[in-house]
């Protein structure tokens, strides 16, 4: 079978838009310099020429991609010069995802990812040999293909499948959470930047220095910074509202009757991703600071066959919602119970985050000083670096007690409960029996201070998870009833005790 022809289309469209934003620039900068018929008569073609040569590149893409699925295997053939074979047993695949980008949509097609379930590691290049992706077909043949390749129930002609019950859905008000994140302060530095340099295009770079300048004397230099961070932290919330609406709206989570998890979110790109639930290992409870202080969290799975590149969403099952949503979606798809009382790592844990908080404070302060000696700051400049220099040490002392209070761990039931971090506050809860290993750490200062960091490897989500400042016998017996037989060989035993020949006592091997 070929991809949709329309493919075509949405490519001609894309380098379109594209072509066009960088023409935009390259028109003003030699018009500038000659003229505007001038610029447009070299750029207008060039843009022409650039979009039919992608139009024709995949065209010649499209007349040379074939699939087809057999009674055992999905196979795949594309390229003219260089050919790609490709072909997946039917019995391996475990994932079937679908999106749709704004063109697409217009189109009625979809992009189909086909996987085997192989994580791929972070930071890899190029795609997966276990993973086939058909871009586009249209959406009835994507959703045929996911319906056939995980022996779902198709959908109905009214767009509902048939056992499919929905353990969470989208909630408008979930929308106040999304500002509060340090994404709010980024996007707005983004879109300054952006300014700065669409206005450098045109010639106005000055633009904003002799604006800034006006309006500090009309209304004073404290009112100006107070507006302009105002306006800075405005403009921070617009975009994140707008990211988080486009990636999230429609969401719903679903729990199909074959034992898959679906997440279908989005607004203009729409995505579908499949989990299949046997090869579900646990569940992460994520709460930024931000999102902390207003009761809410977001959930993400433990899982094989995602990505565990910490920029890629796929992993997450629910977006920032209050603590109670959160908890009930890690109880329904994990079998977890969010909210327990972990064990309490040392005072040495906490003293070794103050000690940093202190350092950092120091080198702040001494930064400030030689600005405000050194350095020719004005007053005005020298009194706001202060105050946000004494601010910023006050946070850091704060942050370093609650990352403290944020460490705990414990055995709950089949799972593994792990918690750390302040700014990024995470639990994790893992299924014992997917650790497959355990890396002990102990660094010179963690030595002088009883301490150890202890972390449990999987081939699940990041592969990874630790607990770390744990007290460093305490954490060695609790590794080892975690997963009974695994620390063992490299632990030593005292030799029983001669009034009670039952007792052990575990040791580290030093």
Partial sequence: MALHPDTVKVTAIWVFGIALGGAIPTTVGIGSGTSYGVALAWVVPAVLLVVLAAAIADHVRWRHSRYRVTPTRMEQHKGMIFTTKRSLARERIRTVDLSADPVQRLFGLVKVSIGTGEQVEAGGRGQSPQTMVLDPVSRDEGERLRALLLDRAPVGADGAEPGVRVLARWDPAWLRFAPLSFWTFALAGIAVGGLFQVL???????????????????????????????????????????????AWWAYRLEREPGGTLRVRRGLLTTRSVSIEEQRVRGVEIVEPLGVRSAGAARVDVVTTGLRADPKSEASTLLPAAPMTVAASVAAAVAGVRPGGLLRRHPPAARTRRLRWAIAADVVLAAVVVWLAVASPVRDFWAVVLTVLAAAGCVVLLMLAGDAYRSL????????LVARKGSVRRATVYLQRQGIIGWRVSQSVFQRRAGLLTLTATTAAGARSYSIIDADEHEVLEFGADAVPGLLDPFLVRDPPIADDPEEVVLHDGR
Avoid: K, Y
């Avoid at 306006?231 to 509202?241: E, I, S, Y």
């Avoid at 705990?408 to 799972?415: C, P």
């Fill in 200 to 246: 450098n295009w045109f010639g106005r770079e000055s633009l904003p220095v002799d604006f800034t300048r006006d309006v500090v004397e009309r209304i004073g230099a404290t009112q100006t910074l107070v507006l302009f961070a105002l306006v800075f932290v405005l403009v921070g919330v617009v975009a994140t509202l707008a990211i988080t609406v486009e």
């Fill in 408 to 415: 705990g761990h414990d055995l709950d039931g089949e799972f």
